[in-house]
């Protein structure tokens, strides 16, 4: 609690620093809401209305009230979008009940190349500091990006390919304290245009906390120990870039090279004082990651007769990532540090080239045509030896890719029709020696880890259409089908291991097949007036859905298996005493990856009504999502988001802009076989941000977030039993900006 007695020093310090900062401003920015473009879309020149598939925009005010350290925190709440943590410093979008694989994460349009697809303690490899919109595309988008955005596409964008800027140099930062965690944070970036036709633009990110508050024990069921304490929470990342770009009237050519690098803690019980005064755990796990990327971006005006624009991208990143085991020895000081043990190591080297063309209107239709290759190498090993086990078996996968996307505008609005096919193979290497010998499964037979598989290749071909009606000037109607087929990722062919820092044995299946999604969609929205609303039904049907399945272990829980996959009393397991370690330790959670028909389907909504204007205008909003995603043999699939609904008001005073929220999240009941169910919570927070007349280049905020310090537990997080969200916190700070 002595963090929030600081509480009004720090927002003193943060109003007298804002004078200085600002004087420094000219003119006030453009209201950058008034020019929206989709920049994910392959067309170009697109605003989120004129879109077939829904999709969410985050810009301007509404994204500096939304700022956060991780992107599934960023982008928490919109409809169809719920954040999957493991831990602070994990943060992870899950879309209309889908998460990992399914959702493609994209910064400035081509994919993070990280390992985040699978491991649900990876960090996404991208810092959304940098992001000046972010887009959000819900159900299959594999027309655009494709098999891995089955569940949908997030775009991260940024300033660093934009082909417009002034003659002016500008400098912008934003720089915070949050009092929970003793949270710091920090942004600087610069544009210097060096002529009319040529500019560099750099920028610097910065993020030290401890370890967070939460209300009352971390782990479900705990009633003694630490208590208000998300131990091992704590994060320290750094983020920067660096990018030239030119430009004239044939188009542009920009290139940047940018870095990211963070070290986590997954949040674990620790205390290693001896068992009778309190002692829990007496080791945990971090990780830390960093990520060297070198991309290209280019735009051609009229290249070749009847193409209008030529744009490539490419990208190359190099991403690495090691989760390391800090074991203690026991003592009534809380314990000493006997060793750190590396336990994983995984590093992905990947291409990533995508060229579009779009072409004019041939018989009215307008759209692009693409090419897409990506190569990504691919591994994860124990670096003690071979012997020791691992997660997943190094593969390298190749994907070349051609999609169409058109549009033709009619009398009532427009059509849409669009296709991709891939072509996708996985190489797996051998692995020789491993102490792993296999599982024992569910019904008592004996699934022996391969030491050789084949390679694996997948064609998946998708197809859509849809359409956009306008009623009147105000209103417009959608409806789209998709029928998307997606590849099985590396992981879930290839895995056959320890995950260490995520607490699982987990187990692929290289005769996976192919998922297909039959999606439907109706929309209905105003979007204009004092009143507006868009509201989306889905239903998604898929054929050979890949989950990963948990077995119980007859008391409710899952199974759990030692680090080379004995079950109890069986292998290296058999004869333990209570408490003994090393391999008579059933830490890992046992979950294989199957495959099954299933279904989604579920609405999403949210409407505006400004209800007062004048001195003291005020906006009221209600926004709300249901997902029910299940076996249609009948049974629930695991970590689906709950129902939640959301109200909030904004307002203004002078200077002053303030907007209150309260979410609840309801109780999720329609669970898996060996998954708990979670109970309901609410969320309440609020946004104060203080412009100065003199000063509009410059703002001071004040947000709280979890008001009530609820012990919220996020049902589509791996680990919600392990850790709840974050209690009540403040957080305080700045942001500026010169010239430009």
């Keep these: 609690m002595n963090g929030y007695r600081k509480l009004p020093l720090a927002a003193a310090i943060s109003l007298a620093l804002a004078a200085p900062l600002a004087a420094l401003a000219q003119a006030a920015p453009e209201d950058i809401e008034d020019r929206i473009q989709v920049m994910a879309d392959p067309l170009g020149d697109r605003g989120p209305d004129d879109l077939v598939r829904p999709v969410s925009i985050v810009v301007g005010e509404e994204l500096e009230r939304r700022r956060a350290a991780t992107l599934g925190e960023v982008l928490d709440g919109l409809p169809g979008v719920a954040n999957s943590d493991f831990g602070p410093g994990v943060g992870r979008p899950v879309v209309r009940g889908l998460?990992?694989?399914?959702?493609?994460?994209?910064?400035?349009?081509?994919?993070?190349?990280?390992?985040?697809?699978?491991?649900?303690?990876?960090?996404?490899?991208?810092?959304?500091?940098?992001?000046?919109?972010?887009?959000?595309?819900?159900?299959?988008?594999?027309?655009?990006?494709?098999?891995?955005?089955?569940?949908?596409?997030?775009?991260?964008?940024?300033?660093?390919?934009?082909?417009?800027?002034?003659?002016?140099?500008?400098?912008?930062g934003r720089f915070s304290y949050g009092f929970n965690g003793n949270d710091k944070q920090g942004r600087l970036g610069l544009e210097a245009p060096l002529s009319n036709e040529f500019v560099l633009r750099a920028d610097y990110n910065i993020r030290r906390t401890d370890d967070f508050d939460i209300n009352g024990f971390q782990q479900v069921g705990q009633t003694a120990g630490n208590e208000d304490t998300l131990r091992i929470s704590s994060i320290d990342t750094d983020s920067a870039s660096l990018t030239g770009l030119l430009r004239g009237d044939w188009g542009f050519f920009g290139l940047g090279v940018s870095y990211w690098d963070t070290d986590y803690g997954i949040p674990a019980n620790f205390d290693a004082r001896p068992r009778d005064l309190g002692g829990q755990s007496d080791d945990f796990e971090r990780v830390v990651a960093d990520s060297l990327r070198f991309d290209l971006r280019g735009e051609w005006l009229e290249p070749l007769p009847g193409f209008s624009a030529a744009r490539l991208k490419m990208s190359y990143t190099d991403f690495e990532q090691e989760e390391a085991e800090f074991e203690f020895n026991r003592s009534p000081e809380g314990g000493f540090l006997d060793e750190r043990v590396v336990e994983a190591d995984f590093?992905?080297?990947?291409?990533?080239?995508?060229?579009?063309?779009?072409?004019?209107?041939?018989?009215?239709?307008?759209?692009?045509?693409?090419?897409?290759?990506?190569?990504?190498?691919?591994?994860?090993?124990?670096?003690?030896?071979?012997?020791?086990?691992?997660?997943?078996?190094?593969?390298?996968?190749?994907?070349?890719?051609?999609?169409?996307?058109?549009?033709?505008?009619?009398?009532?609005?427009?059509?849409?029709?669009?296709?991709?096919?891939?072509?996708?193979?996985?190489?797996?290497?051998?692995?020789?020696?491993?102490?792993?010998?296999?599982?024992?499964?569910?019904?008592?037979?004996?699934?022996?880890?391969?030491?050789?598989?084949?390679?694996?290749?997948?064609?998946?071909?998708?197809?859509?259409?849809?359409?956009?009606?306008?009623?009147?000037?105000?209103?417009?109607?959608?409806?789209?089908?998709?029928?998307?087929?997606?590849?099985?990722?590396?992981?879930?062919?290839?895995?056959?291991?320890?995950?260490?820092?995520?607490?699982?044995?987990?187990?692929?299946?290289?005769?996976?097949?192919?998922?297909?999604?039959?999606?439907?969609?109706?929309?209905?929205?105003?979007?204009?007036?004092?009143?507006?609303?868009?509201?989306?039904?889905?239903?998604?049907?898929?054929?050979?859905?890949?989950?990963?399945?948990?077995?119980?272990?007859?008391?409710?829980?899952?199974?759990?298996?030692?680090?080379?996959?004995?079950?109890?009393?069986?292998?290296?397991?058999?004869?333990?005493?209570?408490?003994?370690?090393?391999?008579?330790?059933?830490?890992?959670?046992?979950?294989?990856?199957?495959?099954?028909?299933?279904?989604?389907?579920?609405?999403?909504?949210?409407?505006?009504?400004?209800?007062?204007?004048?001195?003291?205008?005020?906006?009221?909003?209600?926004?709300?999502?249901?997902?029910?995603?299940?076996?249609?043999?009948?049974?629930?699939?695991?970590?689906?988001?709950?129902?939640?609904?959301?109200?909030?008001?904004?307002?203004?005073?002078?200077?002053?802009?303030?907007?209150?929220?309260?979410?609840?999240?309801?109780?999720?009941?329609?669970?898996?076989?060996?998954?708990?169910?979670?109970?309901?919570?609410?969320?309440?927070?609020?946004?104060?941000?203080?412009?100065?007349?003199?000063?509009?280049?410059?703002q001071v905020f004040l947000q709280g977030r979890n008001l009530l310090n609820e012990d919220g537990r996020r049902h589509q997080s791996f680990f919600k039993e392990d850790a709840p969200i974050i209690g009540r916190s403040f957080t305080t700070g700045l942001r500026f900006q010169y010239g430009g």
């Design 99 to 172: 998460q990992g694989s399914r959702v493609q994460v994209l910064e400035d349009g081509m994919g993070t190349s990280d390992v985040s697809r699978e491991g649900a303690d990876h960090a996404i490899g991208i810092d959304p500091a940098r992001a000046e919109q972010v887009e959000v595309f819900r159900g299959p988008a594999t027309l655009l990006y494709g098999s891995g955005a089955a569940g949908g596409v997030v775009n991260v964008v940024t300033r660093r390919f934009d082909p417009d800027f002034s003659d002016d140099l500008r400098v912008d």
């Design 347 to 698: 590093d992905n080297k990947e291409w990533d080239t995508r060229l579009e063309l779009v072409h004019d209107p041939i018989a009215n239709w307008r759209g692009v045509v693409g090419l897409q290759y990506t190569d990504r190498d691919f591994s994860a090993d124990d670096p003690r030896g071979a012997d020791r086990g691992f997660y997943v078996r190094p593969n390298v996968t190749r994907t070349l890719a051609g999609f169409v996307l058109e549009e033709l505008p009619t009398n009532f609005g427009r059509i849409e029709l669009g296709a991709r096919v891939e072509r996708v193979r996985s190489n797996p290497e051998d692995v020789i020696g491993s102490r792993v010998q296999g599982i024992t499964q569910a019904d008592g037979s004996f699934l022996a880890l391969p030491e050789r598989l084949d390679t694996q290749s997948f064609t998946p071909f998708s197809l859509s259409a849809g359409a956009v009606f306008e009623i009147g000037s105000d209103y417009h109607a959608r409806a789209m089908v998709t029928r998307a087929e997606r590849a099985p990722s590396p992981e879930q062919l290839f895995a056959f291991g320890r995950h260490a820092a995520a607490g699982t044995f987990e187990v692929g299946d290289p005769n996976l097949d192919k998922e297909a999604y039959t999606n439907f969609e109706l929309g209905f929205d105003r979007h204009a007036g004092p009143f507006r609303f868009d509201a989306t039904a889905f239903y998604n049907r898929v054929s050979d859905f890949i989950f990963l399945a948990s077995e119980d272990d007859g008391t409710g829980n899952p199974v759990g298996v030692n680090d080379i996959g004995n079950r109890a009393g069986e292998g290296a397991a058999a004869g333990c005493e209570p408490g003994a370690g090393s391999l008579c330790r059933l830490r890992n959670q046992l979950v294989i990856n199957q495959q099954a028909n299933a279904e989604f389907y579920g609405v999403e909504f949210e409407a505006i009504s400004q209800v007062a204007t004048g001195r003291i205008p005020l906006d009221l909003r209600v926004s709300g999502d249901y997902v029910r995603g299940k076996l249609r043999s009948g049974d629930n699939l695991p970590r689906i988001s709950p129902m939640r609904l959301g109200l909030g008001a904004d307002t203004s005073f002078g200077d002053w802009d303030l907007s209150i929220d309260f979410q609840r999240v309801f109780r999720q009941t329609n669970v898996a076989e060996a998954e708990s169910e979670t109970g309901s919570y609410n969320l309440v927070g609020f946004d104060l941000f203080w412009t100065p007349v003199l000063f509009r280049n410059a």
